[in-house]
T-cell receptor, first 114, second 116 residues
Framework: NAGVMQNPRHLVRRRGQEARLRCSPM?????VYWYRQLPEEGLKFMVY????????ESGMPKERFSAEFPKEGPSILRIQQVVRGDSAAYFC????????????FGSGTRLTVV | AQKVTQAQTEISVVEKEDVTLDCVYE???????LFWYKQPPSGELVFLIR??????QNEISGRYSWNFQKSTSSFNFTITASQVVDSAVYFC?????????????FGTGTRLTIIP
């Protein structure tokens, strides 16, 4: 039973390019959460999705950032026109429908913007 | 609004000493969950414990123990007989139980260094 899979583990983008981060939740999990960890800081919530629905995007920057969790396939966090300040570790977590027992976090994607 | 405070930014102790990491939280929810995570130098997040607000019983797991004091809104973490492998950043986190409040609020972390 594989855990939460994130890819790529490391991503380097030049300023102005697009970054796509993928997250495959644990089998049977229908809820996905994205968190961002800036260097030397704690994790900050970005967005909470269920299949084909955004439930809470209160932590998402207003511009350039978007997230989706389609009916089929992984959840995608997309950052357009990346800037140096987007350099961070992005973590995905998943949880099952129903009674909540906790998250399972992926290993993260470390985005470096050069 | 929810808030988690980890006042200790960095702690260094000599191997085999005991060390306590502090966590103080704020929430208006009557039911909530508290967590500790470990982030070793490799960067992944390792789940250590989840505690429900209605269960104030302290917990021990090997060299780790947790002291939940609802009266002071604290959830402190103690490592007994520390080892070099305990060197990591430790995060305390809080989640409410109400619908629409599923996100985790993290503290800023405590960097623990165990000196051999």
């Amino acid at each position: 039973n594989a855990g939460v899979m994130q890819n790529p583990r490391h991503l380097v983008r030049r300023r102005g390019q697009e970054a796509r981060l993928r997250c495959s939740p644990m089998k049977g999990h229908s809820h996905v959460y994205w968190y961002r960890q800036l260097p030397e800081e704690g994790l900050k919530f970005m967005v909470y999705l269920q299949k084909e629905n955004i439930i809470d995007e209160s932590g998402m920057p207003k511009e350039r950032f978007s997230a989706e969790f389609p009916k089929e396939g992984p959840s995608i966090l997309r950052i357009q026109q990346v800037v140096r300040g987007d350099s961070a570790a992005y973590f995905c977590a998943s949880s099952p429908q129903g009674e909540w027992h906790g998250y399972t976090f992926g290993s993260g994607t470390r985005l470096t913007v050069v | 609004a929810q808030k988690v405070t980890q006042a200790q930014t960095e702690i260094s102790v000599v191997e085999k000493e005991d060390v306590t990491l502090d966590c103080v939280y704020e929430t208006r929810d009557t039911t909530y969950y508290l967590f500790w995570y470990k982030q070793p130098p490799s960067g992944e997040l390792v789940f250590l414990i989840r505690r429900n607000s209605f269960d104030e019983q302290n917990e021990i797991s090997g060299r780790y123990s947790w002291n939940f004091q609802k009266s002071t809104s604290s959830f402190n973490f103690t490592i007994t007989a520390s080892q070099v492998v305990d060197s990591a950043v430790y995060f305390c986190a809080l989640r409410g139980s109400n619908f629409g409040n599923e996100k985790l609020t993290f503290g800023t972390g405590t960097r623990l260094t165990i000196i051999p």
